[in-house]
């Protein structure tokens, strides 16, 4: 069963930085690609960034680009996102998600449990 585990929130100012976290188990990793979604409060899923699976290809919503980036390693299970430039329009739960396929489709069919990003002077 595919375990995915987010680390790294917490509370951050306007134009801060953070690097989340997470840990994946129970499946192949390097045989999928991966996103991170999020949640703002009172707002639905939003995807934020993917990678392939062999980490080659990366990409990111609108919203993020230029400020977050995305990286793997498979040798550990682990993924990765740096949030920088933080605004206080970043706060949400973020989750870990994989995808179906080794290309990005932002169709994923499981993620964590979330971390808390609050972007608050």
Known sequence: EAQLVES??????????????CAASGFTFASFA????????GKGLEWVSGISSGGAQTAYADSVKGRFTISRDNTKNMLYLQLSS?????TAIYYC??????FITKRTDYRGQGTQVTVSS
């Not at 991966?34 to 409060?41: D, E, G, I, L, Y």
């Not at 998600?97 to 080794?102: M, T």
């Open 97 to 102: 998600a994989k995808e179906k396929w080794v």
């Open 34 to 41: 991966m996103s991170w979604v999020r949640q703002a409060p």
């Open 8 to 21: 790294g929130g917490g509370l951050v100012q306007p134009g801060g930085s953070l690097t989340l976290s």
């Open 86 to 90: 933080l605004k206080t329009e970043d």
